[in-house]
């Protein structure tokens, strides 16, 4: 197997069927990807969506997590059922194309040394007051790790599985795009960024990004996050 592509889910059970029906398509165009999508401790009958996925198509495999310990917890729980010689993730909300993660393996083979490349999206076509919210935290991280960190929750994240066999205690929320980006830069990997688009959710909202008072929670957590790791001797 190529690549594995971990989706994690979280009370998405509206976006599910639409997610199903775009990696059907996707299997087309790389029948050497893999897709798991991990049921990350829904509560809205989530579940039952999964188990007919996973039984009416063999490239889209599933992962349930009894209880929700996270973001990060969900993706890190699908890396370590994939199969791929390449691992990957994004989100199922559909903001972000899932079709990116084939863009991305298409860049392989310009590279001369894919395994020690770490693929990124870059979003386009965000509101303005995210975009400068995603530039100032990429300011901070960058003067903080002292290497580029921009638009560190961009979508879809691809690399070869021997940089995720060398992560140490990885977080299990949000940071887990960071700590990803930063693994990447500290261990010598290339990072190549890829313009992807970016749009409005159909279905649900975002645990999140719902108004600045949850913006500037989320910043308390990564700031004390990012702090943490630099103050670590090694990832």
């Known amino acids: 197997m ?52 996973a039984a009416s198509h063999k490239h889209i495999r599933t992962v349930r997590v009894e209880k929700n310990q996270g973001y990060g917890f969900g993706i890190l729980c699908g890396l370590r059922e994939a199969r791929g010689r390449y691992l990957g993730w994004t989100h199922a909300d559909l ?49 903080l790790f002292m290497c580029p ?3 560190i929750n961009a979508q879809p ?22 700590y990803a980006l930063v693994a990447a830069h500290k261990m010598g990997y290339a990072v190549r960024r890829f313009p992807v688009e970016f749009t409005n959710r159909l279905h649900g909202h975002s645990s999140w990004n719902i108004n600045w008072k949850a913006k500037l929670k989320f910043i308390r957590r990564t700031i004390d996050f990012s702090l943490k790791l630099r103050r670590r001797q090694h990832l």
């Open 149 to 151: 960190l921009w638009d």
């Open 95 to 143: 903001q972000t194309d899932p079709a990116d993660i084939v863009r991305a393996l298409s860049l392989l083979s310009a590279e001369r040394r894919p395994e020690r490349v770490f693929f990124k999206g870059l979003r386009q076509g965000r509101p303005l007051g995210d975009r400068i919210f995603t530039a100032g935290m990429g300011i901070f991280e960058s003067v």
């Open 2 to 53: 190529l690549a594995s592509l971990v989706i994690p889910c979280y009370n998405e059970g509206d976006n599910v069927p639409l997610l199903v029906e775009r990696l059907t398509s996707l299997q087309e165009q790389s029948s050497d990807l893999e897709f798991l999508i991990v049921d990350n401790g829904s509560t809205d009958g989530t579940s039952g969506l999964f188990i007919d996925a």
């Open 157 to 178: 994240n691809l690399f070869h599985r021997n940089l995720f066999k060398s992560w140490k205690n990885p977080p299990h929320d949000f940071s887990l795009d960071l």
